[in-house]
């Protein structure tokens, strides 16, 4: 940035005392001069160039984007798109991220907030688009939920795990956080859990007895997934503006951009479109891919499909949580869920109502199961007021158990088995919405 500039530079003007010449300078420094040329070196921007050599291993994982457009235009196999897009798209995500956490930091706080809150689930988004838009509504739920399970269970389990083994400091056996700030996001979470079981709840009632219940389940869901914004922007307000001292350290890594503004704006807005193409030709080519590895629809979204989005923030809170600050490992994944919950999850309902789609709010009453069960495991921890690493093993047990209920699924029968659907709009109530009660532009019929 050109604030660590003007510093290296003045670093540097201070050892040019006078009658010395700047050649003088450069062929015989002083050790101070030295110390000021090796601090200039290192604060200096490293560019894209800096940040790909930083991370070999994602970086050598964008080879996959190109394979998977590649594939998917030379008609290969499903399995072989559906594999190439998926690697190819952990990269851009993390790019992703990494333009985000940069311009983030020349933009202020309150527009750096509306930023990560814009693209740190943009992965997500972009899945839940495309799969909305070919009418895999399963695929979709299955995505939302196993994102908020991943972060909540996995990337925070292994953040206490790894943390508590090797990020301990001298004379503690506990990892320590700021109260105050993870009661906010467990309040947050139950809000979330309470908003999404209403609507699986009133169908699991009103199944048998009402055959309106599916339009009054998708209307309800349309009016909640609006309450949910109006809720998260309160949170992200509350957070960032209201009171940011409850939500503990800052990382004062995070203050030094890599990247300049411009570069990653470019880079940002080239990753967006190239995830976008890899999400679509990957969600294009799941079908085919169940069939020739015998998975059920609920595993890949359960289980595989949150690794794309989530393996940055999994990398990130492990990394912090081995410096000892567990506030910010926290608020990876704990807040992830809460962007998750609270803005993804309506979100993809409006975008299911702009595309004509059934997309609601009934996750039926197993994943509500499992939700709930995750949430509460987690707020145990956070009310104990610290971490070790048994915490983290059995939060990563949790986790796996899940997974083993999806893997070991019948095909034949889903957990989000299709309700008998009526979608027809009741004659009175307060669901029997106008047609003109669309979005501007949308399909008038639901």
Known sequence: SESRRVKARRRISSDLRPGNSVGEFLLQPSNESKESLDSALTDAPRGLGGVLLESKFLSALLLAVPAGVAARWTDQADAVVFSTNFLGIIPLAWLIGKCTEDLATVTGEVAGGLLNATFGNVVEMLLCIASIRSGQLTITKCTLLGSILSNLLLVMGCSCLFGGIFGLQDGERTQKFTEAGANVQVVMLLLAVL??????????????????????????????????????????????????????????????????????????????????????????????????????????????????????????????????????????????????????????????????????????????????????????????????????????????????????????????????????????????????????????HV
């Not at 307000?237 to 030094?256: K, M």
């Not at 030709?281 to 169940?290: K, P």
């Not at 989005?309 to 910010?328: C, F, P, Q, R, S």
């Not at 983290?392 to 986790?399: F, K, L, R």
Request: charged share 15%.
């Open 195 to 444: 908003c999404l079981g209403l609507p699986t709840a009133y169908a699991d009632t009103m199944e048998d007895v009402d055959q309106d219940f599916s339009w009054e389940v998708l209307v309800m869901s349309r009016y909640l997934a609006v309450l949910l914004l109006v809720a998260y922007f309160l949170y992200l307000y509350f957070q960032i503006v209201s009171h940011p001292e409850l939500f503990g350290e800052e990382d004062d890594g995070g203050d030094e951009a890599d990247m300049a503004p411009g570069c990653a704006t470019a880079v940002l807005a080239l990753c967006t479109v190239m995830c976008t193409v890899s999400t679509e030709y990957l969600i294009g080519s799941i079908q085919g891919t169940l069939e020739s590895f015998n998975l059920t629809k609920e595993f890949v979204g359960v289980i595989l499909l949150p690794i794309i989005g989530n393996a940055a923030e999994h990398y990130t809170a492990i990394t912090v949580a081995l410096g000892d600050k567990m506030d910010l490992a926290l608020g990876v994944a704990v807040g992830s869920s809460c962007q998750m919950a609270l803005l993804v999850a309506p979100f993809t309902v409006l975008v299911g109502w702009w595309y004509d789609q059934k997309m609601s709010l009934d996750f039926h009453s197993f994943q509500m199961f499992v939700l709930l069960g995750s949430v509460l495991v987690v707020a145990s921890v956070l009310w104990s007021r610290q971490t070790h690493w048994l915490y983290g093993a059995m939060m990563i047990v949790a986790y796996v158990a899940v997974a083993i209920v999806y893997f070991c699924e019948s095909g034949n029968a889903s957990v989000f088995h299709d309700r008998p659907a009526h979608f027809q709009r009741p004659s009175s109530g307060p669901a029997a919405l106008p047609p003109h009660a669309a979005p501007p532009g949308a399909p008038r």
